[in-house]
């Protein structure tokens, strides 16, 4: 039997349950995702509206315990799977996500579920509340980065809700907050070329206290000099990555693409 990486702290609070399942605002319509649904507690109040409710669990044991509680569900499916590793494609053409997805493995499973989606209309997921602060974050404020930057760059993030602790068996040492994450249509801004600027965000990042003229020297030989001071496409290199816009790293994205073209 697989053991959990770093164990999971299971929601047992019933009315935060509910509050969940009405913010992701789901209908018998929908086809509903819930990745590590524990003991059932989301999974109960899920059952009651969408169809199907395809639970994903690791954990054999949970899952026995899940098939015992959900038998009777006609609108109920488990798989046994690792959700850092699922193939998503096959649970169908278009699927909402409704989670408490477990605290190790939570920025891997959103970043696996944006490779797929162009499948799903929306996840409405709990994390721990530094990494959703981390998802929303803007130029400027110290949780920027560049996981901000994918989030924001594939999906619309609007944070719905804070949990406080006492809502978990065992309480973790951290408050929580509930997500929703909706895949754009397009990227929210256009560029030449992903590979590019994902490149240029991640190195803008790699030393956060640097300037980007330090950053960015793989770039070097495009760097121009205006009044004392360094430029690439327009802007000024002795800022910081965590002062631009993912407007700003379009614009450094495209200059270099163009030339690289």
Known sequence: MKKRPLGQNFLND???ARE???LAGITSDDAVVEIGPGHGVLTQYLLETAN???ALEIDAKLCAELKNSFSDSENFRLIEADATKFDYSSLGAKFKVVSNLPYYAATHIVKRLIDYRSRITDMTVMLQKEVVDRFVAQPGQKEYGSLSVFIQFHCEAKRLLEIPKIAFSPPPKIDSSL???TPRAQPAVQVESENTFFKIVHAAFFHKRK???NNLKAWENRFEQKNGSTHLAGIDLSRRGETLS????AQLSNFIQAQHD
């Not at 993912?246 to 790293?249: E, P, T, V, Y």
Request: positive net charge.
């Open 246 to 249: 993912l407007a700003d790293f």
């Open 14 to 16: 019933q009315n935060i």
């Open 211 to 213: 300037m980007l003229k």
């Open 179 to 181: 997500i929703q994450l």
């Open 52 to 54: 199907p409710v395809t």
């Open 20 to 22: 969940i399942v009405r």
